[in-house]
């Protein structure tokens, strides 16, 4: 089976997680999922495929070299998606030998897929690309990181001529919100070094990531009514948006980019009584995090000062850190994947994630983990697809990284 198909199978799982949950996984959806991966994988011949109390999935590729005693390498990959746009119901359709131009994804609705909106688009002309109907998200992120990896195992199984060492598979809930590496059981998974298959297009080699925090800033006010609130309402509402223009402009997402910080608010709720607002705060550069958290402290005390003490509390929260900091130290599984996507005749691409994966956290866990590209491409919207020849390309590179890491000496 090739890579694109599991895909499109996968797509009939509505496993988006959902950050107002404290269970883990956060929806049953991915429990089911869950299972369905390890019968799969039990398939494949992979014997020792489990799922664990919180649905997370290992399972192991025995070395089929005599005597064996290299360094374990793993691949992992998460199986939530987002739920920031639709998600149920997907309708994924096969575009054969794409022309060019544009793609009619709902001829209802209008919808278009549109080169002059996704210029990366014409880099696969006469490639066959797995589309949606234009209304949901694909799920490729990362339902095709975990096609690429049991395609892998398949190939494993069915070439035991082709030698490589012991090799583990991981499968984590909830990324999407942050928690992927929550419950993952770093020893019992039993890797040395490993990656995550998390990224878009072929030839991406990630070790880079955002240093992350999250700040809850809490504003609080006094009602009365609005005929006798000369000189004594103090809009909690109002000031949540005072607090809002303290922070820097040009420190937002819509106006960063490469190794740019930013502050980005993400949720607003609020009365005269009360009101809270919810950021993200980003930078590669841990000590320009730190300044981040500073201003956002600083303009709580300022309104304080200004409306009162106590008026706007700030709670904030670490949420990753740069996984450059770890991987490099272990330079060899950055150099082989290079090394492995110029062999497949691809360039490799390695620049600063404007986000995190798991392995961000994984890596600081003691698993050294950067980042692979899986063949999809838009992720976290409805013009999201993949390309079925490029997933083949990723199943190639792991397939080559685990060889090379069956004959490796470190």
Same mark, same amino acid.
């Given at each position: 089976?090739?890579?694109?198909?599991?895909l499109l199978?996968?797509?009939?799982?509505?496993?988006?997680?959902?950050? #107002?949950?404290e269970n883990?996984?956060?929806?049953?959806?991915?429990?089911?999922?869950?299972k369905a991966?390890?019968?799969?994988?039990?398939? *494949?011949?992979i014997t020792?495929?489990?799922?664990?109390?919180?649905?997370?999935?290992? %399972?192991?590729?025995?070395?089929?070299?005599?005597n064996?005693? %290299?360094?374990?390498?793993?691949?992992?990959? $998460?199986?939530?998606?987002v739920?920031?746009?639709?998600?149920?119901?997907?309708?994924?359709?096969i575009v054969e030998?794409?022309p060019? &131009?544009d793609?009619?994804l709902n001829?209802e609705?209008?919808?278009?897929?549109?080169?002059s909106?996704?210029?990366e688009?014409l880099?696969?002309?006469?490639k @066959? *690309?797995?589309?949606?109907?234009?209304?949901?998200?694909l799920?490729?992120?990362?339902?095709?990181?975990? =096609?690429d990896?049991?395609?892998?195992?398949?190939?494993?199984?069915?070439?035991p001529?082709? *030698?490589?060492g012991?090799?583990k598979?991981?499968?984590?809930p909830d990324?999407?919100?942050?928690?992927?590496?929550?419950?993952?059981?770093?020893?019992?998974?039993? =890797?040395?070094?490993?990656?995550?298959?998390?990224?878009g297009a072929?030839?991406?080699?990630?070790y880079?990531?955002?240093? #992350?925090?999250?700040?809850? +800033?809490?504003?609080?006010?006094?009602?009365i009514?609005?005929?006798?609130?000369?000189?004594?309402?103090i809009?909690?509402?109002?000031? =949540? #948006?005072?607090?809002?223009?303290?922070?820097p402009?040009?420190?937002?997402p819509?106006h960063?980019?490469?190794?740019?910080?930013?502050?980005?608010?993400?949720?607003?709720?609020?009365?005269?009584?009360?009101?809270e607002?919810y950021?993200?705060?980003?930078?590669?550069?841990a000590?320009?995090l730190?300044?981040?958290?500073?201003? +956002?402290?600083?303009?709580?005390a300022? *309104?304080?000062?200004?409306?009162?003490?106590?008026?706007?509390?700030?709670?904030?929260?670490d949420?990753?850190?740069?996984?450059?900091?770890?991987?490099?130290? $272990?330079? $060899?599984l950055i150099?082989?994947? $290079?090394?492995e996507?110029?062999?497949?005749? &691809?360039?490799p691409v390695s620049?600063?994630v404007?986000?995190?994966t798991?392995?961000s956290?994984?890596?600081?866990m003691?698993l050294?983990?950067p980042n692979?590209?899986?063949?999809g491409?838009?992720?976290?919207?409805?013009f999201?697809?993949?390309?079925?020849e490029?997933? @083949?390309?990723c199943?190639?590179?792991? +397939?080559?990284i685990?060889?090379?890491?069956g004959?490796?000496?470190l």
């Amino acid at each position: 089976m090739r890579a694109y198909e599991r895909l499109l199978k996968y797509t009939r799982y509505p496993t988006a997680s959902d950050e #107002a949950s404290e269970n883990c996984p956060s929806t049953p959806a991915q429990t089911e999922f869950a299972k369905a991966l390890v019968s799969e994988m039990k398939g *494949l011949g992979i014997t020792d495929a489990v799922m664990d109390e919180n649905s997370y999935v290992y %399972g192991t590729i025995p070395a089929n070299i005599p005597n064996w005693q %290299g360094k374990v390498i793993g691949f992992i990959a $998460h199986m939530d998606v987002v739920d920031v746009v639709p998600w149920e119901n997907i309708r994924p359709r096969i575009v054969e030998n794409y022309p060019g &131009g544009d793609i009619l994804l709902n001829e209802e609705k209008q919808i278009v897929l549109s080169p002059s909106d996704y210029p990366e688009l014409l880099n696969y002309i006469g490639k @066959d *690309l797995v589309v949606t109907d234009g209304t949901t998200l694909l799920g490729a992120d990362d339902k095709a990181g975990i =096609a690429d990896i049991l395609t892998m195992a398949e190939y494993f199984r069915d070439h035991p001529e082709v *030698l490589h060492g012991t090799i583990k598979i991981g499968f984590t809930p909830d990324e999407e919100i942050g928690r992927g590496a929550d419950h993952f059981n770093v020893p019992y998974f039993g =890797a040395d070094y490993a990656y995550t298959v998390d990224g878009g297009a072929f030839g991406e080699v990630e070790y880079e990531t955002f240093n #992350a925090a999250s700040a809850v +800033v809490t504003i609080t006010g006094r009602s009365i009514h609005p005929g006798s609130a000369k000189n004594k309402m103090i809009n909690a509402a109002r000031i =949540a #948006a005072e607090f809002d223009r303290l922070l820097p402009e040009a420190m937002r997402p819509e106006h960063t980019e490469g190794r740019e910080g930013f502050f980005h608010l993400t949720g607003i709720s609020g009365s005269e009584e009360h009101a809270e607002l919810y950021y993200i705060l980003r930078d590669h550069d841990a000590e320009k995090l730190e300044d981040k958290k500073r201003i +956002v402290r600083e303009a709580a005390a300022w *309104l304080s000062a200004k409306y009162g003490n106590g008026t706007a509390d700030v709670r904030i929260i670490d949420s990753y850190r740069n996984m450059a900091e770890q991987v490099l130290p $272990h330079r $060899h599984l950055i150099d082989i994947a $290079h090394e492995e996507v110029k062999a497949l005749g &691809g360039t490799p691409v390695s620049v600063p994630v404007r986000g995190g994966t798991d392995g961000s956290r994984l890596s600081f866990m003691g698993l050294p983990c950067p980042n692979l590209g899986t063949g999809g491409h838009n992720c976290h919207g409805r013009f999201e697809y993949a390309c079925a020849e490029e997933m @083949d390309l990723c199943v190639q590179l792991l +397939v080559r990284i685990a060889e090379r890491y069956g004959k490796l000496s470190l």
